[in-house]
């Protein structure tokens, strides 16, 4: 006999266990977004020692702790869920972990391993929901806004830390840096159309919020952000309809990027009395991949690496290892560049250092794997599909040029576990509803009575 996935005998209410599923997600955003230990400091002293400081052990260790306490409530369904998972991304958490064996700083790489298991439990726990994808849509989405509400304010009330005065005055709000502030502003336009397909918004409400956020995307001056905003609202707007699947496919979706090309074209000449110079194409492109259409700077830090990297190349230094600061492993890399660099701004780079071309392959089977388990879910649910594929291609793009994938409390790190754990949860039960229904309508056989002729 099959035990129930959600037992009867929580100790939650379950408007209590609602809300305890939207804080995870409210609380996730605010810790993943906002500075290191909520401190705005910008002098570059915080970032290379806040991750390691109690404020924040407690912040992430109490996400960890309630997604335990919610998972012990309901065995079944966390053991389903978790049997279902990508198992490429349970070779490459054991991979982790096991490297502190040979890792010059095997504490440091236990504890950054047992830090990515905790992401899985945040991912987990959030499937005990009955609708995550809204669940963890919605939370982000009024989270993302109450963000960019408070860094209008910040930019308004008080300029010196809301306004980057270094950068042509480009706006950072309560964020780090101005590309979080455009990073911010990008998820919360596409999680409002995301919203605004699965569940029933105030369209009013819904315009104000989308003026309001690009006003927030134009006053951070990232041209990365603006280019995400761009490509995830067309990614997920094509792949949401049944039509992408039918006859001349490939031609609606060029047809579709022409014409954003053309209106791009028309915005900037009605602005500038003229067409865009090479230069000026190519540099926001580059955007995506470095800070500048040469990549400068990086290149440099690349070639400093691959010193490192090749002592090691097949197992990897050790998880996590590495980029430590001052007094490090990557100590060479600071007295080569003159500043404190604390990742190689390439998260493959950073993998196939830490954890070797072993562990690289894991990461690339884990991407192919979550790709292909997204098309198993356009079978059943393709706006879901859409947002989930949306946000899986900026995430393999963004790793290019910082370090995202398997590296700390980073936003989108910790969103890729929630989004492979959702995905993989999805398939799972729609999995098992269609083989309960399969059972349902196979006639019940009578005893002694044989349907062979």
Excluded at 289 to 315: C, P, Q, Y
Aim: glycine residues 6%; positive net charge.
């Amino acid at each position: 006999m099959q035990l129930p996935l959600k037992s009867p005998t929580s100790v939650l209410s379950p408007l209590a266990e609602a809300w305890l599923l939207r804080l995870i997600v409210i609380l996730f955003v605010v810790f993943a977004l906002l500075p290191y230990g909520i401190s705005w400091d910008y002098t570059g002293t915080s970032s290379l020692t806040m991750e390691g400081s109690l404020a924040v052990k407690l912040e992430w260790g109490s996400l960890f702790a309630v997604s335990g306490f919610l998972l012990y409530q309901y065995p079944a369904l966390a053991i389903r869920n978790l049997k279902a998972l990508n198992p490429f991304l349970i070779l490459i958490l054991l991979w982790c972990l096991g490297s502190f064996i040979w890792s010059p700083m095997p504490g440091v790489t236990f504890k950054r391993a047992i830090q990515l298991y905790g992401f899985v439990a945040i991912g987990l726990a959030l499937q005990i929901s009955d609708h995550p994808v809204r669940l963890i849509v919605s939370s982000m989405l009024y989270t993302l806004m109450v963000m960019l509400a408070a860094s209008f304010v910040m930019g308004i009330v008080n300029p010196t830390i809301g306004v980057d005065y270094e950068l042509g005055g480009a706006w950072r709000g309560i964020l780090s840096q101005k590309n979080e502030l455009g990073q911010v502003a990008a998820m919360s336009i596409l999680l409002w159309q995301v919203l605004a397909c699965i569940s029933k918004v105030n369209m009013r409400i819904m315009a104000v919020s989308l003026i309001f956020a690009f006003l927030m995307l134009v006053l951070s001056k990232s041209s990365t952000s603006m280019i995400v905003t761009i490509t995830t609202s067309s990614i997920f707007h094509l792949l949401r309809k049944p039509r992408i699947d039918s006859e001349y496919a490939v031609t609606r979706v060029l047809l579709s990027l022409l014409c954003l090309i053309l209106v791009a074209l028309f915005i900037f000449f009605m602005q500038e009395s003229r067409l865009p110079t090479s230069a000026e194409v190519t540099a926001p492109i580059a955007g995506l991949f470095g800070k500048a259409s040469d990549l400068t700077g990086r290149t440099d830090i690349w070639e400093l690496v691959w010193l490192e990297i090749r002592r090691h190349w097949v197992m990897g230094l050790g998880y996590g290892a590495f980029w430590l600061g001052p007094d490090s492993l990557s100590q060479y890399v600071i007295d080569a560049l003159h500043w404190i660099p604390l990742q190689s701004h390439n998260g493959y780079l950073d993998i196939l250092n830490e954890q070797g071309l072993v562990g690289l392959t894991l990461t690339v089977l884990v991407i192919l794997y979550h790709a292909y388990s997204l098309l198993l879910m356009r079978r059943t649910d393709q706006t879901q599909a859409a947002f989930w594929t949306a946000m899986l291609l900026i995430i393999v793009v963004t790793n290019f040029t910082e370090s995202s994938l398997f590296r700390g409390f980073g936003f989108l790190n910790v969103f890729f576990f929630i989004a492979m754990c959702t995905v993989t949860s999805h398939n799972r039960a729609q999995r098992d509803k269609a083989i309960q229904d399969f059972r349902n309508l196979r006639p019940a056989r009578k005893p002694g009575f044989s349907t062979q002729r």
